[in-house]
């Protein structure tokens, strides 16, 4: 079975600074990884994703993350974060079936 | 890519009633999901709209609560059914593009549904 850990529920961070956010998975089988972004009172947007080949991956608004395997990591990262980062990041996972499995979510707060 | 409506945008209803909620693709796509997120937490997927047959419901999830249909490759609707306070939540409808790449999805802007 497939599973999504994100460790961080919060993470409040001020406008600039770089921010990073967690994500480890469990899976027995190869696997594809999205980072998908929620703003307020809206749906997903898909910010990234990782299929194979180059293990750092470019999305939009500036994010990128990077697969680790040996780590089962993906984390994501922003160089400096601005106020309209301000939302809920999801982590997740697919493998052999077409289901996307969800961590629980981290909210970014970015403070001026 | 692909764009997703719903309708409608919010509700709210009264327990023992049921709501039916549509989803609306611009292009044909191969598969569509619906998910719930309760207030506060993750989604968990509900069902896989299969078009022209029934649903494939995940563990907790059953047909006589939550009634799908997906009459072609653009559309299909979710019934929340004799709700209850519990059911309160936002419900989100998601497809796969036609450039198929498991599990990259494309979600609607999703239902808000609060039960009295």
């Known amino acids: 079975a497939q599973s999504v850990t994100q460790l961080d ?10 921010v990073e956010l967690r994500c480890n998975y469990s899976s027995s089988v190869s696997v594809y990884l999205f980072w998908y972004v929620q703003y307020p009172n809206q749906g997903l947007q898909l910010l990234l994703k990782y299929l194979s080949g180059s293990t750092l991956v470019k999305g939009i608004n500036g ?14 990262r922003k160089p400096s974060v601005h106020i309209s980062d301000t939302a809920e990041y999801f982590c997740a ?7 996307l499995i969800f961590g629980t979510g981290t909210r970014l707060q970015v403070f001026p | 890519s692909a764009v997703i409506s719903q309708k409608p945008s919010r509700d709210i209803c009264q327990r023992g009633t ?6 609306q693709v611009d292009s044909q796509v191969t598969m569509m999901f619906w998910y719930r997120q309760q207030p506060g937490q993750s989604l968990t997927l509900i069902a896989t709209a299969n078009q022209g047959s029934e649903a494939t419901y995940e563990s907790g999830f059953v047909i006589d609560k939550f009634p799908i249909s997906r009459p072609n490759l653009t559309f299909s609707t979710l019934t929340v059914s004799n709700m209850s306070p519990e059911d309160s939540s936002i419900y989100l409808c998601s497809a796969q593009a036609g450039d198929y790449v498991r599990g990259e999805q494309y979600f609607g802007p999703g239902t808000r549904l609060t039960v009295t």
């Open chain 1, 9 to 18: 529920s919060q993470v409040p961070v001020f406008e600039e600074a770089p």
């Open chain 1, 93 to 99: 996972v697919s493998g052999v079936s077409d289901k």
């Open chain 1, 63 to 76: 994010f990128e993350a990077e697969f680790n395997k040996s780590q089962t990591s993906f984390h994501l």
């Open chain 2, 18 to 23: 049921s709501l039916t909620i549509q989803c």
